[in-house]
């Protein structure tokens, strides 16, 4: 059974600080990683994606992959109020299959 | 432009009785899915069809059939819905190679 495991908070930070999210995978054979927002009652959207370690960068939102660690990450600068959702990890695997996290809660107070 | 598009919305049914959810998407995916996300145990795999004409179990297939009708269309199926099947469902779909998911609006199944 692949896994992929994320804290499930609530994270909370302050408006403007840096919310980092994290998630670890289980296959060390897993090529594509997603990060997903969910906004209660709401459809998951895709925000980000990495295929390549290192950094990618998209506005506020900076994906990190680690390969060697099975690792990803998500950092979101300046944080609003409106970033306050779930954010789910998934790792593309064999067959096309998808993985997901819990997902992490994220607060970001005025 | 749609993407993926599930039906209905919300559901109510009764212990035993049947139930099909449909869900198409227009982007020419071969790869579609049903998920089910209950509170704090994220989206759990149930069917899935790599393309058209194969389907495969996932995480929790037990109560549930999926047929892929055609390249566009995956139907869920509920023979005699349980109370433990209350959940959001989710459909998706996806291309090939690093293709991410694009998820339908959910349906809120509510079985008594």
């Known amino acids: 059974q692949k896994e992929v495991e994320q804290n499930s908070g609530p994270l909370s930070v302050p408006e403007g600080a840096i919310a980092s999210l994290n998630c670890t995978y289980s296959d060390r054979g897993s090529q594509s990683f997603f990060w997903y927002r969910q906004y209660s009652g709401k459809s998951p959207e895709l925000i980000m994606f990495i295929y390549s370690n290192g950094d990618k960068e998209d506005g506020r939102f900076t994906a990190q992959l680690n390969k060697a660690s099975q690792y990803v990450s998500l950092l979101i600068r300046d944080s609003q109020p409106s970033d306050s959702a779930t954010y789910l990890c998934a790792v593309k695997g064999d067959f096309n299959k998808f993985y997901f996290g819990s997902g992490t809660k994220l607060n970001v107070k005025p | 432009n749609a993407g993926v598009t599930q039906t209905p919305k919300f559901q109510v049914l009764k212990t035993g009785q049947s139930m099909t959810l449909q869900c198409a998407q227009d982007?020419?995916?071969?790869?579609m899915y049903w998920y089910r996300q209950d509170p704090g145990m994220g989206l759990r795999l149930i069917y899935y069809s790599a393309s058209e004409g194969t389907t495969d179990k996932g995480e929790v297939p037990n109560g549930y059939n999926v047929s892929r009708l055609n390249k566009r269309e995956f139907s869920l199926r509920l023979e005699s819905a349980a109370p433990s099947q209350t959940s959001v469902y989710f459909c998706?779909?996806?291309?090939?190679?690093?293709?991410?998911?694009?998820f339908g609006n959910g349906t809120r199944l509510t079985v008594t």
């Open positions: 998706a779909s996806s291309g090939t190679g690093n293709s991410p998911l694009h």
């Open positions: 982007m020419n995916h071969n790869s």
